[in-house]
């Protein structure tokens, strides 16, 4: 028989509460926002004096940077609350998690690699900055590809519990890379006094980071119901194997 944990699934009356109203809100919010975002990145915002237009592209790579940094947060507090608690909801939280932070990621990377062939001329740059991100990313795509090799879902759960945790000291590399070394990348204009942003750009800049927040926080809630709605599946089919092993 397998461990408490692994069978510690939803009921089907939880999977229907967690759908509505809330994710009426969360849509509403999200199309607001996303709406909002992409008038003031297109028309409030001016162009940049010396990117031109180009520069346009800060307001997806920085909140895409922020909620990849966010989500593999996530995959860490989920991971540690499952190796203290012992409940699958956090495991399936952190795995969630990771998927999207992958996800964001990968546009940041990206995004970046397209605005720096038209400010630096090149597609990529060893940079400290590009490179600590890239081996985040790597980081987070080998997570993921721990829990699809391991079949066995005790073990699965635990050893991705500790990549989760240990993965995200990346985090902080990342963010202070342009500190510790000599760098290319811009420093962050939001927590440098002296960055010098519009009010207009910085404006804009909040509310796409804000619009792309609501956007985690949906693709996280449809993750977590599609991986509550996978362990209903399992449950349902593990009952029915024992019922025929009794009736056999």
């Not at 990771?98 to 740059?125: D, H």
């Amino acid at each position: 028989m397998r461990q408490a944990q692994t069978t510690e699934l939803p009921r089907p009356r939880r999977l229907a509460a967690l759908r509505e109203p809330a994710n009426a809100v969360l849509y509403a919010a999200l199309l607001l926002s996303m709406g909002l975002a992409l008038f003031m990145a297109f028309v409030f915002a001016p162009a940049e004096r010396v990117q031109a237009e180009i520069y346009r592209l800060l307001f997806v790579h920085v909140p895409s940077a922020w909620l990849a940094f966010a989500a593999f947060g996530v995959v860490a507090v989920g991971s540690v609350m499952f190796l203290v608690r012992g409940k699958s909801r956090w495991d399936r939280l952190a795995h969630a998690s990771a998927e999207i932070g992958v996800l964001f990621t990968t546009l940041c990377l990206v995004t970046g690699s397209i605005w720096g062939r038209s400010v630096w001329g090149v597609w990529w740059q060893w940079d400290p900055r590009l490179t600590t991100t890239l081996i985040m990313w790597f980081i987070y795509v080998s997570y993921l590809a721990l829990r699809s090799y391991i079949d066995d879902p005790n073990a699965r759960q635990r050893m991705s519990s500790v990549v989760g945790i240990v993965g995200v000291v990346s985090v902080p590399i990342v963010w202070f890379s342009v500190e510790w070394w000599r760098s290319l990348h811009p420093t962050p204009s939001v927590t440098n006094p002296g960055g010098g942003m519009p009010p207009e750009m910085l404006t804009t800049l909040l509310v796409s980071v804000a619009a792309f927040t609501v956007f985690y926080v949906v693709l996280l809630r449809q993750r977590m119901q599609l991986e509550l709605a996978v362990a209903e599946l399992g449950s349902l089919r593990e009952r029915l194997y024992e019922r025929n092993e009794e009736s056999a």
